[in-house]
């Protein structure tokens, strides 16, 4: 399971980002296409974040992605955007090339598969939050890094 302090912040922002939207965890769930219980246990940091659910709920926010990572707002750019998934893959395949690693290295030092890193890079499987969480570790950025705009990392921290 992801990092609880990384989970309890996002679940606080989607709580003020759902509010602030003047919605009620039932009109917000409509919205997405999920039940209640899942709202709920999102806000509560009861439940695993997987990329592909980050998405969804930043798309219903209005929002940008890195906006549940940071206490600043940034609206989603649809004309600029690429999917989220997309956007992960680009950052780690980046971030490991910077610091010179094989999907080999880097898997095993985040105690991963190497085949899961592979398939991280071509954009396959739906990442959680706690596997993101270990190999932004091996690569010395805060989670939050791998879901920078436009597949460009070292650009989170103007979103603070």
């Known amino acids: 399971m992801a990092d609880k302090f990384e989970l309890l912040f996002i679940a606080r922002r989607v709580r003020e980002l759902r509010v602030a939207s003047g919605k009620s965890q039932?009109?917000?769930?409509?919205?997405?296409?999920?039940?209640?219980?899942l709202v709920s246990k999102v806000e509560r940091a009861a439940r695993n974040l997987s990329v592909d659910t980050?998405?969804?709920?930043?798309?219903?926010?209005?929002?940008?992605?890195?906006?549940?990572?940071?206490?600043?707002?940034?609206?989603r750019e649809l004309h600029n955007s690429i999917p989220l998934r997309e956007r992960v893959s680009l950052?780690?395949?980046?971030?490991?090339?910077r610091h010179g690693l094989s999907q080999d290295a880097l898997s095993e030092r985040a105690k991963l598969s190497r085949?899961?890193?592979?398939?991280?890079?071509?954009?396959?499987?739906?990442a959680d939050l706690g596997h993101l969480e270990k190999?932004?570790?091996?690569?010395?950025?805060?989670?939050?890094?791998?879901?920078?705009?436009?597949?460009?990392?070292?650009?989170?921290s103007d979103a603070a």
């Open 26 to 37: 039932d009109e917000f769930a409509r919205l997405i296409g999920c039940h209640r219980s």
């Open 91 to 97: 950052n780690v395949l980046a971030l490991r090339t």
């Open 54 to 75: 980050i998405d969804r709920f930043a798309t219903t926010l209005g929002v940008d992605a890195i906006s549940l990572f940071y206490d600043k707002a940034i609206p």
């Open 115 to 126: 085949n899961y890193v592979s398939s991280l890079e071509v954009h396959r499987p739906n």
């Open 135 to 156: 190999l932004a570790k091996v690569l010395d950025v805060p989670v939050s890094e791998l879901f920078a705009p436009n597949g460009v990392v070292g650009t989170t």
